[in-house]
């Protein structure tokens, strides 16, 4: 057991520096046994700082000091205290140099933060506090230097040697050794800073910025994989001539790097020039790498490109701010994404990892504001809510606002803080210089967590053709906070009447020419809204677009939810629809028997849906995935899984069985031979192909194991070999099964990101992924503890998808993750705190299950020299 109690920090305390870093010379000596860092400060006392006569101090962690200088001279020991954690040196003047000189073992570091050796190569990952794990200095975000940084190594193992910023001399030295000197014009948080040496093949192409620069683009990646960079390179072309267009943001230095590595523990950062990404989220063929990675790739390329704006040219103040960056720029990357394919089935997409996720965090132990008030390890507070929630903020202010008058805030908010390093406050502060708008009770969005809930009422005054809307707003406890204030909502919204069409919004009596839609602005804790000139009772469509992340509750009926499946204008609404139809039909049947009726609506709907040619194919494919179990076990109180699984199965399995000829027709008609392409329309038809591929063979149909035995083993695309794939896997057909697994794995084995596909086709199916099955895959020859992707794709998927393998009700499957955490902890904590997650949930689900998940973070807890990032979840989670 942990006997200290790591400590908390709080925003409340922020104070600015007492030092500032004008610049720092780092000089790295790279060697197979270890790195020497030389590190020489320009530093000057912070004159906007209160604490005059502080002695200096730098952050530090798993370092070996090997002297300190100041201002030329060496310093006795007496004349400095290394705490491990801090350097102190006392006496300082006004202004000096301070050079330090460190050992440190990047062939050891398994945490992966700091300097460290992934496939033979040397890279870095500093945000949050890795760069005191390189070198002593003021690891945070509002000390912004200049860095000049020079490596050394041997030249035939790591003949390329890349920092941030431009090279400006290199040269060979002895014994076979070499260097490269970069510089970095731009002042920059340390967090930013990012080192790689290795044997790696670069490829090049160039991007002409909206003023006539050119700028080169390089990629660095392991020579085997030099054929998988193309569409990384040209999402990124896109991204840059995008955020000119719709952000007026030019590109800044005259290099833009990317690196691909493969033990990596989150998607990819935005070092300042040199963005590095793991292998998994930037390199793709069309052989391996699905519709969906090629879009998480697009996506990701962009979003870590726009950060060199949004963060890195102005930056985080503290870590509380880190929605700042981050919930402004997954927007950013967001409207990207929609403007390059399908904005429905990209709302579509982002609402349900919000409501499945998010909400889910937002309810659970460790709730907090998109804006923290405090934090034990900032590592675990990059979250769904700092990231998705933080989006949906900046897109409730775009809303609000307005796109002209937003694009005049972001204006305004690079303008105004270019080069500095900025508060969440300052960004809605633009956002309301710029448009004129009060956002005063709008900013409890960063400071309220929880998800607000809407009650929504209606009557219809057939007499005065009155329609009337209440709705009630709540925002529920959360840790730490209770009783809290009404926040401001724009609830988009539209009527339709019995015909289906648009109904006239008449708020005013007098009105005319009233608008079909209109975003409502709930600021109370109750409303009530008229609408005039009704001749019936119309269908409200609540929530348009899911214009806030917020919870709707309203008495739906079921016709009421089939009429807007098929009516309503607007697509996200009419998923939604079918979504809460399925929901309610699933809901009915948990803990009844299996002779209960399924609603037979349900069928003719999702005929009409399977045979609809007219609608947005991507938006079929997504309306006719049935709600995850993920999700119904979000929406449930005292959650039992076995019977969730199994009322979902019975939905699954009686609508396959109904629409046999339909989802036959479906998948020939979208079994198109031709070029393989990333068009919206291509990749929908795909995905509805091996959704009707997968229910077929979930009802054990014999000709389409004909067909999904021969897309298997024809496919020309990742997307159809592995949809046929999963098919297989989650089908009783076990010979088959076991065949394609073996020749998958056969195929693909020299290819890891393949591999890990593989690992999570089997760990998240319950058809294969029983806890025996997962020990084995453990115990196979591609599996390896220290690859984060490795990690995820067998116990990740394991516990947070397979949901009644990890709960099975003699508690093996949270024994086993509690085990598995354990272990982590010791070589990497980061993913190790992740890991807790579908355990900290306990209080969701019925007590058989929630007593043994408290067993398992109990026994956690309990581990000797337990990390600071495991101990905060562990914790929060068992608190009352
Ligand atoms: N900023 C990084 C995340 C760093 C996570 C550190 N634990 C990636 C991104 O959001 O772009
Ligand atoms: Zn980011």
Redesign the pocket.
């Known amino acids: 057991m942990r006997t200290d109690q790591p400590q908390t920090i709080y925003l409340s305390e922020y104070k600015v520096p007492a030092y500032l870093v004008e610049q720092i010379e780092l000089r790295f000596e790279l060697f197979e046994d270890g790195a020497r860092v030389h590190s020489t400060l320009t530093v000057r006392r912070n004159p906007e700082s209160q604490e005059t006569g502080k002695p200096l101090e730098l952050d530090g962690d798993s370092l070996k000091l090997e002297s300190v200088a100041l201002n030329g001279e060496t310093l006795e020991s007496t004349a400095y205290e290394d705490r491990g954690d801090k350097l102190v040196v006392p006496d300082v003047p006004e202004q000096f140099q301070l050079a330090v000189v460190t050992w440190i073992e990047p062939q050891n570091n398994t945490r992966l933060?700091g300097l460290y050796k992934s496939s033979g190569m040397f890279c870095t990952?500093c945000?949050?506090e890795?760069f005191r794990c390189i070198t002593y200095y003021p690891d945070r975000p509002d000390v912004m230097a200049r860095f000049r940084t020079r490596i050394e190594a041997d030249k035939s193992a790591y003949p390329v040697l890349l920092s941030n910023g431009n090279p400006v001399e290199q040269g060979d030295l002895d014994n076979g050794r070499h260097f490269v000197t970069w510089e970095d014009p731009f002042p920059k948080p340390s967090?930013l800073f990012a080192l790689v040496a290795g044997d790696l093949v670069e490829k090049r192409d160039s991007f002409t910025t909206c003023s006539g620069r050119d700028i080169d683009l390089r990629m660095y990646v392991e020579p085997r994989n030099s054929e998988k960079c193309d569409f990384a390179m040209d999402s990124l072309k896109r991204a840059m001539r995008w955020d000119e267009e719709v952000y007026g943001r030019e590109y800044d230095l005259d290099i833009f790097m990317i690196v691909a590595v493969d033990d990596f523990?989150?998607?990819?950062?935005?070092n300042k020039g040199l963005n590095i990404f793991n292998s998994s989220c930037v390199l793709a063929s069309q052989e391996t790498a699905t519709d969906a990675i090629f879009q998480r790739i697009e996506a990701?390329v962009a979003?870590?490109y726009f950060?060199n704006w949004s963060?890195n040219r102005v930056t985080c103040r503290d870590w509380f701010q880190l929605s700042l960056?981050?919930g402004f720029?997954?927007f950013r990357d967001a409207q990207f994404s929609a403007d390059e394919g399908s904005p429905t089935v990209k709302r579509i997409e982002d609402a349900t990892l919000l409501r499945t996720a998010q909400f889910a965090e937002d309810a659970g132990p460790m709730a907090h504001p998109v804006r923290p008030a405090s934090y034990i390890e900032?590592?675990n507070f990059?979250t769904l809510t700092i990231?998705e929630k933080g989006e949906e903020v900046v897109r409730m202010i775009h809303n609000l606002l307005g796109s002209e008058m937003f694009r005049k805030g972001s204006d305004l908010y690079f303008e105004r803080h270019d080069g500095q390093a900025v508060t969440t406050d300052d960004f809605v502060k633009a956002m309301e210089d710029a448009s004129g708008r009060d956002l005063t009770q709008f900013r409890l969005w960063y400071e309220q967590a929880g998800t607000p809930v809407l009650n929504v009422e209606d009557d219809f005054d057939a007499e005065q053709g009155v329609y009337r809307l209440t709705i009630r707003q709540t925002v529920p406890d959360t840790p730490g906070q209770t009783n809290k204030k009404p926040q401001h909502i724009p609830f988009a919204l539209g009527l339709l009447d019995s015909n289906g069409d648009a109904l006239p919004l008449n708020m005013d009596a007098a009105e005319t020419d009233a608008p079909t839609e209109r975003v409502l602005e709930i600021t109370g804790a109750e409303h009530r809204f008229e609408f005039y000139g009704l001749d019936e009772k119309p269908v409200p469509s609540l929530l348009r677009d899911f214009s806030a992340p917020v919870r709707v509750h309203y008495p739906w009926a079921r016709e009421q939810l089939l009429f807007l499946m098929s009516h309503d204008p607007d697509g996200f609404n009419r998923w939604d629809a079918g979504q809460r139809l399925a929901i309610d039909v699933i809901q009915s049947l948990i803990g009844h028997d299996d002779e209960t009726e399924i609603e037979p609506r349900l069928v003719e709907s999702y005929r009409g849906l399977l045979n609809n040619d007219s609608l947005d194919q991507a938006l079929v494919a997504k309306m006719l995935q049935l709600p995850s179990e993920n999700y119904l076990v979000e929406l449930s109180e005292q959650a039992d899984v076995p019977s969730i699984h199994h009322a979902r199965e019975r939905v699954l399995l009686h609508l396959a069985n109904a629409l046999r000829d339909d989802l036959l027709a479906c998948y020939q008609r979208n079994n198109q031979a031709g070029e393989y392409e990333l068009t919206s329309d291509a990749i929908a038809r795909r995905s509805l192909k091996n959704i009707a591929l997968g229910w077929l063979l979930h009802i054990g149909d014999e000709e389409a194991l004909a067909l999904a035995t021969e897309q298997f083993q024809n496919a020309d695309n990742m997307t159809d070999r592995l949809g046929a794939l999963r098919a297989l896997v989650n089908s009783g057909f076990d010979q088959e099964r076991t065949e394609a697994l073996d020749a998958f794995y056969e195929q693909f084995q020299h290819d890891p990101q393949v591999v890990e596909m593989w690992f999570s086709v089997q760990s998240a199916s319950h058809k294969t992924g029983q806890l025996p099955h997962i020990r084995h895959l453990l115990g196979h020859e591609a599996f390896d503890w220290k690859n984060p992707n490795k990690v995820r794709s067998v116990v990740g998927a394991f516990a947070g998808q397979n949901l009644p393998a990890f709960h099975n009700p003699d508690g093996s499957g949270y024994e086993f993750l509690a085990e598995v955490i354990c272990r982590l902890d010791d070589s990497n904590p980061?993913i190790a705190a992740r890991l807790v997650t579908p355990l900290s949930r306990w209080k969701k689900f019925a007590p058989t299950y929630s007593e043994q998940m408290k067993k398992a973070l109990e026994s956690i807890r309990d581990k000797e020299a337990l990390s600071k990032d495991v101990y905060e979840v562990v914790h929060k989670s068992l608190a009352d």
């Open positions: 933060e990952q945000e949050a890795g967090y523990n989150m998607g990819a950062m935005e990701i979003h870590e950060h963060g960056k981050e720029t997954v900032i590592g990059y990231y980061q």
